[in-house]
Structures are given as C-alpha cells and as structure tokens.
C-alpha cells in the first residue's frame, strides 16, 4: 500500500512563496510519474504539474514559469515550489501518480492566498 502524505502549505499573501513537499511511502517511488494536482472549492480537482521518472517536466499553462515540481528519489519525495502566487490560486494540493490508475489520495495541504 502506497501512502502519500503533503506538507508545507499554509496562508501567504498575493506574490508570496510556498514550497510544498510529498512524501511517499512505498516502494520504486523512482519508477513512477508523478504529478501535483489541486482542487478549489466548488471545482474539480486539476492537474497544476507532472514530472517523469527521467526527470522530465510539465506545467499546465498558467502555472508556467512560476512553479516548479521536481524529486528526490533518495527521499522518496515531489515538491512543488509555488513563486508568485495569485488570489485566483488558493486550493488543497494533492500529489499522486501521473497516471490514469492512481494510488488512494492523501488528504492534501491547504494553501491560501489572501491579503
């Protein structure tokens, strides 16, 4: 079984900075595709960014240039790295495979961004 547990968001202020963590627990973390998601009130869950085992990355449009995902496979952990944040972006962040079959989700990290 495959846990997957996210930290490091909180309440910052329109421009601010977050650095999100995920840890997985499990086995061959360095195998698999991974992929931040978020979710907003009222509104689905959306993919924000992915990165392939290679290292490969991709962003969703309007994330573009101002996050980062990235891992450490010594870690078994994804981070999202979150610069220049907008009101229109505050959600719970979800990591998870990047894949059509996923693992169980974990219960995510709140991030907030309000003046």
């Known amino acids: 079984q495959v846990y997957l547990v996210e930290s490091g968001g909180g309440l910052v202020q329109p421009g601010g900075s977050l650095r999100l963590s995920c840890v997985f627990s499990?086995?061959?973390?360095?195998?698999?595709?991974m992929a931040w998601y978020r979710q907003a009130p009222g509104k689905q869950r959306e993919l924000v960014a992915n990165?392939?085992?290679?290292?490969?990355?991709y962003y969703i449009d309007s994330v573009q240039g101002r996050f980062t995902i990235s891992r450490d496979n010594a870690k078994n952990t994804v981070y999202l790295q979150m610069n220049s944040l907008k009101t229109d972006e505050p959600a719970v962040y979800y990591c998870n495979k990047y894949a059509n079959i996923q693992f169980s989700w974990g219960r995510g990290t709140q991030v907030t961004v309000s003046s």
């Open positions: 990165i392939f085992s290679g290292g490969s990355t």
């Open positions: 499990g086995n061959r973390f360095s195998v698999f595709d």
